[in-house]
């Protein structure tokens, strides 16, 4: 079975510093693997997505990420963050003809 | 614009009483889902189908009952044996299983 854990439920980070959001995975076959943002009172909204091929995927918004399947993790990145980034991001873990199971969550705090 | 919708936006229920969320994708993406977010519990699988006619349960399926009678459209029952309604619903479709997930902007149910 899959499952996913974020590691933080909370991050704080102040204006323009870097920011790393973990994110740790387990499954039996090969994965899709999902970083998701969500705003107050919306739905979700993808960041960037991990299907095959280059293990550093880029997203929207100037975040990264970087598959590592010998650690089982997918860390979501981001070298300057702005205000706007306050948000509560989810890692999502997928698999061809396979259900899509979410992380509980990471809460990201900017702070000025 | 394609997209997922879900409808109402906001929902009221009294104690003892079904109600139905809607949700609706012109996407022509063959897998749906329902999933329901509280706070610091992240996004919860309640039901999932792949295929017209088909559906799974995913792991909080007490209380609730979907169909799929269209490609398009995917309703959730939140039945009177669900205990604790009040929560964000979200749903979601992909193209197929287990990839990019599409969200619709969620229906807050509230038991009064």
């Known amino acids: 079975a899959q499952s996913v854990t974020q590691l933080d439920s909370q991050v704080p980070v102040f204006e323009e510093a870097p920011v790393e959001l973990r994110c740790n995975y387990s499954?039996?076959?090969?994965?899709?693997l999902f970083w998701y943002v969500q705003y107050p009172n919306q739905g979700l909204q993808l960041l960037l997505k991990?299907?095959?091929?280059?293990?550093l995927v880029k997203g929207i918004n100037g975040f990264e990420a970087e598959f590592n399947k010998s650690q089982t993790s997918f860390h979501l990145r981001k070298p300057s963050v702005h205000i706007s980034d306050t948000a509560e991001y989810f890692c999502a873990v997928g698999g061809r003809d396979d259900k899509i199971i979410f992380g509980k969550g990471t809460r990201l705090h900017i702070l000025p | 614009d394609g997209g997922i919708t879900q409808s109402p936006k906001y929902l009221f229920r009294k104690e003892g009483q079904n109600v139905t969320l809607s949700c609706e994708q012109n996407l022509n993406h063959d897998a749906m889902y329902w999933y329901r977010q509280d706070p610091g519990q992240g996004l919860r699988l309640i039901y999932y189908s792949q295929i017209v006619n088909d559906f799974q349960k995913g792991d909080i399926a007490e209380g609730y009952s979907v169909s799929r009678e269209k490609k398009e459209s995917f309703p959730l029952t939140v039945t009177s044996a669900q205990k604790n309604p009040t929560a964000f619903y979200l749903c979601?479709?992909?193209?197929?299983?287990?990839?990019?997930?599409?969200f619709g902007q969620g229906t807050r149910l509230t038991v009064v």
């Open positions: 991990y299907l095959s091929g280059s293990t």
């Open positions: 499954s039996s076959v090969s994965v899709y």
């Open positions: 979601a479709s992909t193209l197929f299983a287990g990839t990019e997930a599409f």
